[in-house]
Structure formats: C-alpha cells, structure tokens
Nanobody, 119 residues
C-alpha cells in the first residue's frame, strides 16, 4: 500500500528525491514519515509530518539538509535529500500511522529503497 522509489547511488554532496505513493489509504488521515536502516544497524527515524502536512519533524542528523513534503492530490510523500553524506547510506522506508502523530510503531510500512552515498 506504500511504494517507495527514487533511491540510487550518488557522490557525497549530491542530492536525491525519494517518493512514496500510497494506495488504499489517504495521507491526509495519517501522519507519515521516513525511516532508514544503515548497513549493520537498527532502523532509525529520519523525518515525519503530521496528517495535515503542516508540522514536519526531523532527526538532528538530517535537519537542514532533508525536506519532507506531501502532495495530497497525488497521495504522495517526498523526501528531498541535499548535501548527502556517506553516513546517509541506508535503505529508506516510508511509513504511515493513522492519526496526527508519528511513532516508531507506524501502522503501515512501504518497501525499502536503497540510497548509497560514496565519497
């Protein structure tokens, strides 16, 4: 029901934009977000936004470099990633939770999309 795309390989300092398309659920009723799992590490929070799309939240490691946004008409969420660092290398997952607040225990999870940043 959540399909992530847009990952790839990029050099440090470059940019990528991830997309997450929802089917069978309406983003405006859900808080949505992005999480990532670096190689050999646990999954971690990256960014999230409340159901109205007005209040973004970011991890300290990506704040100022990444931007989360949503297009309600397309039922699509984006993650614009700029100034990428090697440590941003991970599998990125989109997720949704019914209601206004995100949680580490989101209700729906998409497939992962690989982001690889090389030096």
């Amino acid at each position: 029901q959540l399909q992530a795309s847009g990952g790839g390989s990029v050099q440090a300092g470059g940019s990528l934009r991830l997309s997450c398309i929802a089917s069978g659920l309406t983003f405006r009723l859900h808080a949505t977000g992005w999480f990532r799992q670096p190689p050999g590490k646990d999954r971690e929070f990256v960014a999230a936004i409340n159901r109205s799309g007005t209040r973004p939240d970011y991890s300290s490691s990506v704040k100022g470099r990444f931007t989360i946004s949503r297009d309600g008409a397309k039922n699509t969420m984006y993650l614009q990633m700029n100034s990428l660092k090697v440590e941003d290398t991970a599998v990125y997952y989109c997720a949704a939770r019914y209601g206004n607040r995100w949680s580490a225990s989101m209700d729906y999870w998409g497939n992962g999309t690989q982001v690889t940043v090389s030096s």
